[in-house]
């Protein structure tokens, strides 16, 4: 399976509208709960209306849309990646996956990958 590195640093954080989120950029991930409003954002864009924030992850995005009857893609990945100590935040599009790792782990977690077979594109 081939991965792709994503060039610049994102950050994680809770916001409480969306009124200041950048939609114009490459990646912005939202999601909605009764809980809460989550954004995934790149870190020079974090709004200012941000709640909390989590900086310093990097991410690999799975090169290529998925199907939806795939099994265990992000199994494998985060099962190889949690075997190696490294903790994961996953995020799923209509077409593929996005797996951040802290920016301290993320060189060791491409290696980790590449040992098991992935192609970093």
């Known amino acids: ?24 950029r ?3 991930f939202l999601s909605k709960t009764n809980d809460e409003i989550s ?3 790149e870190t020079d864009r974090v709004p200012e ?3 909390e924030s989590e900086p310093d992850w990097k991410a690999l995005k799975v ?4 199907d939806f009857g795939m099994i265990g893609v992000i199994a494998k990945m985060t099962s190889l990646l949690a075997d190696a100590e ?12 996005y797996v951040l790792m802290k920016s ?7 290696q980790v990958l590449e040992k098991s077979g992935y192609i970093m594109k």
């Open 86 to 97: 490294i903790s994961v935040f996953v995020m799923s599009t209509y077409n593929t996956d």
């Open 104 to 110: 301290e782990d993320f060189d060791r977690g491409v």
């Open 1 to 24: 399976m081939e991965l792709q590195r994503v060039e610049y640093d994102l950050t994680v954080c809770k916001i409480d509208n969306t009124e200041h989120v950048d939609f114009s």
């Open 39 to 41: 954004l995934v954002c």
């Open 49 to 51: 209306n941000a709640i």
């Open 63 to 66: 090169a290529g849309v998925l």
């Open 26 to 28: 490459e990646l912005v």
